[in-house]
């Protein structure tokens, strides 16, 4: 007969909380995936030609044009009331982004749309991180892309693999 030494209680900060049930934590995850994606998730579908949504970027003016994925549409954050209905389709999932996470403009913007009757995911990272995945924008004066930056990306044509 074997007998099993017991674990040791949880110390420290990250287990302070102990972790949720499975069933709880699925459900929080799936929830999350149903309100988020990522860059390099959006830029794949993007190059499919068919992404099945709506690309927003909802910075300023002179954000849109320094730098802007090619094929997203400009919706300021504080014209989508006025504007979202001529330029978006309400049967059209929108994925909404801004800068990047330091920053809330998606979020707001996305919460602006979610009223408005719009399907709508955040895109995590927002340009900064697009831009530092090594993935191209058009600015005023064309195209640019920088390499992808190790710190956030692969190198090279490597996926993450996550």
């Known amino acids: 007969m074997t007998t099993q030494t017991p674990r040791p209680p949880a110390t420290g900060p990250v287990l302070a909380v102990p972790p949720a049930a499975p069933a709880d934590a699925a459900a929080y995850f799936a929830?999350?995936?149903?309100?988020?994606?990522?860059?390099?998730?959006?830029?794949?579908?993007?190059?499919?030609?068919?992404?099945?949504?709506?690309?927003?970027?909802?910075?300023?003016?002179?954000?849109?044009?320094q730098g802007h994925v090619p094929g997203a549409v400009h919706l300021?954050?504080?014209?989508?009331?006025?504007d979202a209905a001529g330029l978006l389709d309400p049967a059209v999932p929108v994925v909404v982004h801004c800068w990047g996470p330091g920053c809330d403009g998606a979020t707001r913007?996305?919460?602006?749309?979610?009223?408005?009757?719009y399907r709508v995911k955040e895109?995590?990272?927002?340009?900064?991180?697009?831009?530092?995945?090594?993935?191209?924008?058009?600015?005023?004066?064309?195209?640019?892309?920088?390499?992808?930056?190790p710190l956030t990306a692969p190198v090279g044509d490597g996926e993450c693999g996550c």
């Open 31 to 65: 929830a999350h995936l149903a309100f988020h994606t990522d860059v390099a998730d959006v830029h794949a579908a993007l190059t499919t030609g068919a992404p099945g949504f709506a690309l927003v970027d909802s910075r300023s003016a002179a954000a849109w044009d």
């Open 109 to 117: 913007a996305a919460l602006a749309l979610a009223r408005l009757g």
């Open 123 to 149: 895109m995590l990272g927002g340009i900064e991180y697009w831009i530092r995945e090594g993935y191209a924008v058009t600015t005023r004066q064309g195209p640019r892309r920088l390499p992808a930056d």
């Open 76 to 82: 300021p954050t504080a014209r989508i009331p006025q």
